[in-house]
């Protein structure tokens, strides 16, 4: 399927499998989000959450606390889920995210070969150095909704999206 214009009602979602499992995790304290920019793998140069594949018989919240370790050295607190995404793609992985927030942490935000941390204030964004998907959905789940959102992508850049809130 080439088509360019890859709308996402034009997805089976009830079929739809993932290449890929992976988890964001977005630390919240005083304000500001906690947020890195990425020096390796997919996204490379981009600013997100941390976060990461799925390793086998790992829960989410586990992969997400566990790959925030070990980009940033620090352990998330109190740590809740906030939604999936569905990221479908015919030049990358298609991946089934889980996004989760935390409002504390242990230890010192470090910078590692697989990140740079960075913070920002919630209301301060830097969106045009993220995803496309990130301005429609993580405002949302940083003032406590929780998401589920259906994209669709080529050459990392958004074609389409469908975007649904709930109360977190």
């Known amino acids: 399927m080439n088509d360019i214009s890859m709308p996402v ?11 890929e499992v ?11 989000v906690l947020l890195i920019r990425k020096k390796r793998g997919l996204g490379a140069g981009k600013i997100n959450g941390p976060g990461g594949r799925l390793e086998d018989g790992e829960t989410p919240e586990a ?6 370790n070990e980009e940033l050295v620090v352990n ?7 939604g999936e995404l569905f990221f ?7 991946i089934h995210g889980f996004v989760f ?7 010192t935000p470090t910078e590692t070969d ?20 990130d301005r429609l959905w993580l405002p949302q789940i940083l003032s406590g909704q929780s998401v589920r959102g259906y994209f669709t992508f080529v050459e990392e850049t958004m074609l ?3 975007v649904e809130f709930t109360a977190g």
């Open 9 to 19: 009602s034009d997805i089976d979602w009830d079929t739809w499998q993932p290449e």
């Open 22 to 32: 992976a988890t964001l995790m977005f630390i919240i304290r005083g304000g500001s």
């Open 63 to 68: 992969c997400a606390i566990r790959e925030t």
């Open 76 to 82: 998330p607190l109190n740590v809740r889920a906030a």
């Open 88 to 94: 479908h793609a015919e030049d990358m992985p298609r």
């Open 101 to 107: 927030i935390a409002t504390d942490y242990e230890g």
């Open 114 to 133: 697989e990140a740079i941390p960075l913070w920002f204030k919630l209301d301060e964004l830097p969106f045009d150095e993220m995803w496309d998907d």
């Open 160 to 162: 389409d999206h469908k």
